[in-house]
């Protein structure tokens, strides 16, 4: 009796353990992943000049504008089409464990208290920053603070990198000058600009044979110096 009392708690405790591994994989399948190009990326297609940061003031008093500006030079003999991002970011790097500082949010990675593309979604135009959605930004991890998800410096739909004056993606025959431009809106605990991250697609040639999204033709982070008046 006593044996197949044992072999039935057994059983259950195996379907028990069988449950919820198979419950932790499905959860696991349902985290968004994605391969965030670690280092910068250069292409042959073309080459990225004279990019600049210029400091000003909202016109109506409400914050402060970051703008970019750079000049794009065709290196082949074809016109090329581009998806174009400039994404402004105020960062802190997260202490780790050896830290003699208690760890923030995020320890090991990097935290984003600002946070502004450039193009920007319309619905977050004009918004203060708790208020912004940044949707095509948004990942799900399995470890968000936010329900909407985590921001990534990585759009998941790069088709909508357009050109404002056309409503489709950059021309680059020759030569195109770009522009682009960011307001940090005053509020609590306000922070301004420390990074710029400067993404450019090959809307030719945007996914693979799988339809899995190809890395950018270019990416360069660039430091925010300067004084501002």
Not at 81 to 86: N, P, Q, W
Not at 177 to 200: A, D, E, G, M
């Amino acid at each position: 009796m006593k044996k197949i009392v044992f072999s039935i708690f057994m059983f259950l405790v195996s379907v028990a353990i069988f449950a919820q591994n198979t419950q932790n994989t499905a959860g696991n399948q349902t985290d968004e992943t994605i391969n965030l190009p670690s280092q910068s990326l250069r292409t042959h297609l073309f080459d990225v000049e004279k990019f600049s940061i210029m400091f000003g003031y909202e016109h109506r008093g409400f914050g402060e504008v970051l703008t970019t500006e750079f000049n794009l030079k065709n290196k082949t003999d074809d016109e090329l089409e581009l998806y174009i991002y400039a994404i402004a970011t105020y960062e802190i790097e997260d202490f780790n464990k050896s830290s003699f500082t208690m760890p923030r949010h995020g320890e090991g990675g990097v935290t984003i208290t600002n946070f502004v593309p450039y193009p920007i979604a319309a619905e977050d135009n004009d918004k203060p920053y708790s208020k912004m959605k940044h949707a095509n930004f948004r990942y799900k991890t399995g470890k968000d603070s936010d329900a909407l998800g985590t921001l990534q410096k990585f759009p998941r739909d790069p088709k909508l990198g357009i050109d404002p004056t056309t409503g489709g993606p950059y021309k680059l025959k020759d030569s195109l000058f770009v522009k682009t431009r960011h307001v940090s809106k005053y509020r609590k605990n306000y922070v301004f600009f420390n990074h710029v991250t400067l993404l450019i697609f090959d809307a030719k040639n945007l996914t693979d044979d799988k339809g899995k999204l190809n890395p950018p033709l270019f990416r360069q982070v660039y430091r925010v110096e300067g004084k501002r008046k």
